[in-house]
Structure formats: C-alpha cells, structure tokens
C-alpha cells in the first residue's frame, strides 16, 4: 500500500473547501488506499488551527477524525527526534523539521503540501514533494480539480 | 491504551469472510479486523458530517490560502519553542 505523509494546511483545506484535491485526498484515505502518516507535532498543529478558527467542538471533531484513520501510523516526538540531526541542515525553517523527520520515520513515499517555500528548500533532493492535484492525477490516478495552487 | 470488550453478533457469513481475511494474513486475528472497520466507519461518518457542513463554502483564492498558509506558519512556529524545550 502507497505510504504518504499530509501537510497540515491537506487536511485543513480538505476538511472545509468541497471542491478541493484536498477533499479528494481525505476521500481516497477513507477507501484505504492509502497508508496515512501522521505525527503528533502534525495533529497538534491541525487541532491548535481549528480551535482558534473553528472553536473548540469543531477542533474535538477533528480530532476523531484523524485518530480514527484507519490506515494510518503514528509518529510521536521521541521517533520523528532521532532524524532531526540529520536533516536539520537541509531545511531553512526549523520548524518545519518535524514534519520532515516524521516523513523519514514512518517511510513515507509522498509528502504532500501547498507550501511552496517548503518544497523549495534543499530538502527537496530527499523527499518526494507532490501538491494536492499533482497527487490526485498521477498517484491516484484521478482527475483532479483545477484550484490554486492545486489545493 | 484502554480498551472495552464488547460482544458483537456477525452473520456466519460475514464471520466466515474475516475468518478467511485472517487464513490470508490480512488481519492477525478478529478483534483487529473490528476495531479496523469500526475506525472506518466512525471517520466516513465524520467526513460525510464535514462535507455537509461545508457544502456552500466558497472556493479559496490565492490570498486565502496564502494567509491559511501564514495562519498555519504561526501556530508551527509556537509549537516548535514547546517541542524544542521538550524534546532536547
């Protein structure tokens, strides 16, 4: 099974926009074809979005729906930690290195984001990059939506 | 993590398909391949109730997402100084 990692800004933007490749991902993850890494960094930050913009009982929802993901592995801090030395040097923002180190740790083929200036950084050479879109038409083989940025 | 135990009533048949599930190494046992579906339920039911919330949300343009992508910037920034203080 196809092993990828979603940026936070995936699921926030698939969870509220209809008419998003980020719909679409959440959609194929339900199928279960897809195996889902997520990190405890990541869940963080999804939840700590929605509670500020959503409130809380939108944020607790959320919550369930990303631990009840069925196809999924977990990557907590003392796993994603041990890749942080080796990658540090590779990305411009720090903090955008646990995401990076989770991507390692649970071997994830894809990391999928919007953030461009992420995906420009040196990293680039190590991790499979992919926009929602790109995601959707040539690893899912779907159509995908025409949106900005490929969200 | 805790757990409950509950009895489930299946249809032989259905229990004969996970039962076969298992023979082919899908599933180590039943009480993987329950708690496996009852988690696919629970997040198609919560996605169903997202999509309806959401219908009428207008698409996002540029400067949207642009500034979700600064929201989520600040937040990452935040919890990296208490991960950082925690983790090293």
Redesign the interface.
């Known amino acids: 099974m196809l092993t990828a990692y979603f940026d936070?800004?995936v699921y926030?933007?698939g969870?509220?926009?209809?008419?998003?490749n980020s719909?679409l991902i959440?959609?194929e993850i339900?199928k279960?074809n897809l195996k889902v890494i997520l990190s405890d960094?990541l869940i963080?930050?999804v939840l700590?979005?929605f509670k500020?913009?959503k409130g809380k009982d939108f944020a607790s929802?959320v919550r369930?729906?990303m631990i009840?993901?069925?196809s999924s592995e977990m990557i907590n801090?003392?796993e994603w930690?041990v890749y942080?030395d080796d990658w540090k040097s590779f990305v411009a923002?720090?903090?955008?290195?646990?995401h990076i180190c989770s991507y390692f740790a649970g071997e994830a083929e894809y990391f999928v984001t919007?953030?461009r200036r992420l995906t420009e950084m040196k990293i680039k050479e190590h991790v499979k990059f992919s926009s929602s879109k790109e995601f959707i038409e040539n690893v899912c083989g779907l159509d995908g939506i025409d949106?900005?940025?490929g969200? | 993590m805790t757990s409950d135990t509950d009895v489930v009533r299946l249809p032989a048949k259905d229990s004969a398909i996970i039962d076969h599930f298992i023979k082919v190494g899908e599933f180590k046992n039943k009480s993987e391949f329950i708690t496996?579906a009852v988690?696919?339920a629970?997040?198609?039911v919560?996605?169903r109730?997202?999509?309806e919330k959401?219908?009428a949300?207008l698409?996002?343009?540029?400067k949207?997402?642009d500034k979700?992508?600064t929201?989520?910037?600040d937040?990452?920034?935040?919890?990296?100084d208490q991960?950082?203080y925690?983790?090293?």
């Open positions: 936070t800004n926030i933007i969870i509220l926009q209809p008419n998003s719909r959440l959609r339900n279960s960094y963080d930050e700590s979005w500020v913009h929802m369930l729906y009840s993901l069925a801090d003392f930690s942080v923002d720090i903090d955008d290195l646990p919007a953030n949106t900005v940025k969200i | 496996y988690k696919k629970i997040n198609e919560i996605l109730e997202f999509e959401n219908l949300t698409a996002m343009s540029e949207d997402v979700l992508l929201e989520i910037k937040i990452r920034k935040k919890l990296w991960y950082a925690r983790v090293f």
